[in-house]
């Protein structure tokens, strides 16, 4: 009887417009987001503040910071409601009809590979379907995924908390990227000339790419990085009329201008990997995800 009563204290409304401040932290994005005008968002936030007995966001300077109540609700308060969107939702997903944001993680790697053929499968399947797609670091993307901030992410997962699930997409290797004219007299990238030269690194907000240094770790050797730098689009065009190497993953490549630039075997081993899709597992009966990553994984056997 306590929970009845309970319950009849909250509208499920206001605990989606929770939801949508505490990932927002701004009444008008919020607002944006649920498409509600402002000072409905604004009378729900005194409300909620009212029922939970807590300011919830405060305001300072200009920016509005979640209080210490308000961070330890987020992450159950996000679980519980894709639960009942689960509950709530058809068994079946109509992509035709349907109308829906996902929000997909992904680096500009990953968007080169998948962007243009999903997109151009959506506008023929799904045109109700939005895509929102957010670039993080690795652990930012897997933050994102548990907190529900995400329903998608597509990267490289060498650990993952038990709570998400992943399916491979692709195994991917390494090779290296250098001006054709600074290719050695022998055709080949040895060891030495690999080490003798400065690299460019591409590393986003500071995740790097581990698995490069420790490769060369195992061998007991270093390279000098020259270039550090977060964008995988410009990397390929700094190399050009330089004495400089890319070491990166090999699909990236696809598009590069083959008259001045050449790839070659990096002269090491470094092992190759898996490019994943990763998701919550409490979303693992949302059919419109299944459906997403159904297209998703068909948009690169195409």
Known sequence: MQLMNDL????LNLLVILDALLSEQHVTRAAERLHLSQPAVSHAL?????????????????????TARALELATPLAEALGQVQALLAPNRFDPASAKRRFRVAMSDYGAAIFLPGLVRLLRREAP???????QASREGMVDGVLNGD????????????AELRTTPLFE???????????????????????????????EMRGSGT????????????????????????????????????????????LNIDQAHLI??????????????????????GDTGLQWLRGRMQGVLKG
Request: proline content about 9%; overall charge neutral.
């Open 8 to 11: 009849r204290r909250v509208d």
């Open 46 to 66: 005194a409300r909620l503040r009212d029922l939970l007995g807590d300011p919830l966001l405060v305001r300072q300077g200009g920016a509005l910071i979640a």
């Open 128 to 134: 109700g379907i939005d895509l929102q797609i957010i």
């Open 150 to 161: 995400l329903d998608l992410a597509a990267g490289v997962f060498p650990d993952m908390p």
């Open 172 to 202: 991917e290797h390494y090779t290296c990227l250098i001006d054709r004219d600074s290719l050695p007299k022998t055709g080949v990238l040895d060891l030495p000339a690999y080490l003798s030269r400065p690299h460019v690194l591409l």
């Open 210 to 253: 581990p698995e490069i240094e420790r490769a060369l770790a195992a061998i007991r050797e270093r390279r000098h990085v020259a270039i550090s730098l977060p964008h995988w689009g410009v990397a390929p065009q700094l190399i050009q009329g330089t004495d400089l190497i890319l070491t990166v993953s090999s699909r990236g490549l």
């Open 263 to 284: 790839s070659v075997p990096p002269p090491f081993q470094i092992p190759s990997f898996a490019f994943e899709l990763a998701w919550h597992a409490r979303r693992g």
